[in-house]
């Protein structure tokens, strides 16, 4: 007889849905949640080797970048590891194991969302 137990799998959860920074500048004033969830994302790019870092993801080739491809911008790869992680908490940067490498991918749609939040209406338009 066996002692060997059955276990259940689990699905994957779903990812949740990335929820849009910020409504446009020109259309109401921010509330108090969404200018704190936007300036998490301004603060995160405000750091010049952040910005650098999502700088060689966003313009890497087919849009995502293993760790082992841009922690070459001037320090170390725990500060590299930091500073990636501030991305991500910033939802700015998604990330996926495989194997021993993290690739890296912009979050397309908090870009888009933030690129929409800057964009004024031109005058007489």
Avoid at 64 to 87: F, M, N, R, W, Y
Avoid at 114 to 122: D, E, H, I, V
Wanted: glycine share 6%.
């Amino acid at each position: 007889m066996s002692n060997t137990k059955v276990l259940p799998l689990l699905e994957p959860e779903a990812p949740a849905a990335e929820a849009p920074c910020c409504p446009p500048l020109a259309e109401r004033p921010f509330t108090a949640e969404e200018a704190e969830r936007t300036a998490k994302m301004f603060k995160a790019l405000g750091d010049p080797v952040r910005l650098r870092l999502f700088s060689l993801v966003a313009s890497h080739e087919g849009g995502e970048a293993c760790v082992c491809d841009i922690s070459d911008v001037g320090v170390s790869q725990p500060t590299v590891s930091h500073h990636l992680k501030k991305l991500r908490e910033a939802g700015l940067l998604t990330s996926e194991r495989r194997g021993t490498w993290v690739y890296y991918k912009v979050a397309p749609s908090v870009v888009a969302a933030m690129g929409q939040m800057l964009a004024l209406p031109r005058a007489g338009a």
